[in-house]
């Protein structure tokens, strides 16, 4: 199984700040990751595929980078909406997904 | 618009059967694999399990040992999860997710369905 960790696990931040996320996988992925944000009481959203696809919709603000074991998502200033939990996901070996624990972006 | 609608959880005693439902809308059911993803009160998302598009390739998480079963009528738009010997840690939300074509990252997720094991 590919496991994947993310950090750090909270992330205390003001509006206009900038964002970086890290995710890193047990074993290389390729660029098979994928970036999601959750808020409280909604599914998942897609934000980031491949690494660094902005899925549809998704504001430009929004950027993924990396390849291999180590991937960043980065949110180059963040907005009051932004503030949430996120998550990433490998496909590397589909259909055995998995996801990291997740980051929860909170306002310091 | 593309829709996915879960129903069936509910409150089940520990060792019983449940039958979650997706009544899928606004696409081509059948061109599409489709999942289940949970997540536990607090903690983060757990896949499932995978069903292909003509319901011919299902996969499954091995942590839960034969006891859930993927399922989909492609004439009826909708996917199943058949779960049995439910067990307190089988409490979560369910989702169903329909995979970006060709991407395999869930770009279409239902809102839920809660599972609640207790007695």
């Known amino acids: 199984e590919i496991v994947l960790t993310q950090s750090p696990a909270t992330l205390s931040l003001s509006p206009g700040e900038r964002a970086t996320l890290s995710c890193r996988a047990s074993q290389s992925i390729s660029s098979y990751l994928g970036w999601y944000q959750q808020k409280p009481g909604q599914p998942p959203r897609l934000l980031i595929y491949d690494a660094s696809s902005r899925a549809t919709g998704i504001p430009a603000r929004f950027s993924g980078s990396g390849s291999g074991t180590d991937f960043t998502l980065t949110i180059s200033s963040l907005e009051p909406e932004d503030f949430a939990v996120y998550y990433c996901?490998?496909?590397?070996?589909?259909?055995?997904?998995?996801f990291g624990p997740g980051t929860k972006v909170d306002i310091k | 618009e593309v829709q996915l609608l879960e129903s069936g959880g509910g409150l089940v005693q520990p060792g019983g059967s449940l039958r979650l439902s997706c009544a899928a809308s606004g696409f081509t059911f059948s061109n599409y694999a489709m999942t289940w993803v949970r997540q536990a009160p607090g903690r983060g998302l757990e896949w499932v399990s995978v069903?292909?598009?003509?319901?011919?390739?299902?996969y499954y998480a091995d942590s839960l040992k034969g006891r859930f079963t993927i399922s989909r009528d492609n004439s009826k738009n909708t996917l199943y999860l058949q779960m049995s010997s439910l067990r307190a840690d089988d409490t979560a939300v369910y989702y169903c997710?329909?995979?970006?074509?060709?991407?395999?990252?869930?770009?279409?997720w239902g809102k839920g369905t809660t599972v609640t094991v207790s007695s």
């Open positions: 069903i292909s598009g003509s319901g011919g390739g299902t």
């Open positions: 997710a329909r995979p970006l074509g060709g991407h395999y990252y869930m770009d279409v």
């Open positions: 996901q490998q496909r590397s070996n589909w259909p055995r997904i998995t």
